[in-house]
């Protein structure tokens, strides 16, 4: 007779729960089934493997990495590994065409049991670098194997979005909502398509409902006062978002319709302390500046107003080159596309984003970890950070003989 210790049934049970949250993307409780299992079985490469894709999906990079180092010490599969740390790269938008055309391959192997992790991956790339039109290719080939996926679902139709595509953004976001009714997230973006495809008084019916289910929801009272505003219902639409605005924290795009709404309505003294909060709430939105500027301009304040127009037009201009620079990418992601890669982040570093600045030039180096513009930039970011260290690292790697 054969005799199993409890403690190993229990980490069994671990084991399958945490498999089953994982493909349900419940990942703290994948992650905590996980750690249970790892006290019972310290040596095990699988309890590694798993640990280390629940860290990569969370965006946990430098964690997986150290996750699947241990995996290879406790001699896991050495292809599945690397396959994991392609996933990782692909993630963050570093892939290399090489890189795509592998992954691609691996998905059209029948019934690949990674297939999904794949293209999730694939696709998340391509968001990350605004590959909206592969980042759609993936999603549908998603939903050919998951088509009940609510996320999935939710994620193209806000690619649509991306793409002005009002309509099939529309028809997603139905079909998730369909399958979640209680999902406030399709409702919301369900509503904004259909405000977005010209159809104002569905979307006023949808942003209702979920006002009415949960009435702190900001954008849904922000989607309603703009439906109010299409059809010209201009008092109502005033008094809704006075009232959001005595709910903190005060929102941009809050602050910004409230005073684009006085000024519309001839009242500049009013808008004048509304758009200036507005231009500090997000000293990169266009809108606040040029709002403030013709506000500055009818309260006669001709010289403020001469320079929030030429902050405007700077922030214009900034946004886009932002559109010509992600367009070009879309036909360049790889190697011949790190110089746009390294424009991006300067756009976005003036703006403000560092963090999506060093996203940016991170991708770059994954690509190409000798790249000397990249190297440079953040060696420059970190220095007038305070973060020596790091400046010096990317610096010395900057001066190494390389490109």
């Excluded at 050495?78 to 396959?83: D, F, T, Y």
């Excluded at 994991?84 to 391959?105: D, H, K, N």
């Excluded at 301009?297 to 902050?311: I, N």
């Amino acid at each position: 007779m054969c005799f199993v210790s409890y403690p190993y049934i229990i980490a069994q049970q671990h084991f399958r729960a945490a498999e089953k949250a994982l493909a349900d993307k419940r990942l703290p409780e994948a992650r905590e089934h996980l750690e249970a299992c790892q006290h019972a079985w310290p040596r095990s490469p699988v309890v590694q493997f798993l640990i280390a894709r629940v860290a990569r999906l969370g965006g946990f990079y430098e964690e997986a990495d150290r996750r699947l180092d241990n995996c290879k010490r406790l001699n896991g599969p050495v292809e599945q590994i690397e396959l994991e740390r392609a996933l990782m790269r692909a993630q963050q938008g570093g892939m290399t065409r090489s890189m795509e055309l592998a992954l691609l391959r691996y998905v059209e192997q029948d019934r690949h049991r990674d297939a999904v992790f794949i293209l999730e991956a694939l696709s998340q790339g391509c968001l990350r670098t605004y590959r909206n039109e592969s980042a759609i290719l993936y999603l549908t080939k998603l939903l050919e194997l998951k088509p009940d996926d609510v996320h999935v679902l939710l994620t193209r139709g806000w690619v649509y979005d991306r793409l002005f595509n009002w309509e099939n953004a529309r028809d997603d976001y139905s079909a998730a909502l369909r399958l979640a009714p209680d999902n406030e997230e399709a409702l919301l973006r369900l509503a904004r398509a259909l405000a977005n495809n010209g159809q104002p008084t569905e979307a006023m019916a949808r942003f209702q409902e979920l006002h009415e289910r949960n009435p702190d929801n900001a954008v849904a009272g922000l989607g309603l006062a703009q439906c109010l505003h299409k059809l010209g219902r201009f008092d109502e639409e005033e008094k809704l978002l006075d009232a959001l605005l005595l709910k903190p924290p005060r929102k941009l795009e809050i602050v910004l319709q409230r005073g684009d709404l006085a000024l519309q309505r001839d009242q500049p003294v009013l808008a004048e302390p509304l758009l200036r909060e507005a231009v500090k709430l997000d000293a990169s939105d266009y809108q606040a500046h040029y709002s403030l500027a013709q506000c500055l301009r009818k309260l006669g304040k001709e010289s403020e107003a001469g320079a929030e127009f030429d902050r405007a037009k700077e922030v214009l201009h900034d946004r886009q080159r932002l559109s010509q620079l992600t367009d070009e990418l879309q036909y360049n992601p790889y190697e011949g596309g790190l110089p746009l890669r390294v424009e991006l982040a300067q756009i976005f570093l003036r703006s403000g984003q560092e963090r999506e600045s060093i996203l940016w030039l991170q991708g770059a180096l994954q690509i190409d970890s000798r790249y000397r513009p990249a190297l440079q930039m953040l060696a420059e970011l970190y220095e007038k950070k305070g973060q020596s260290a790091l400046a010096r690292d990317y610096r010395e790697r900057a001066e190494q003989p390389g490109k």
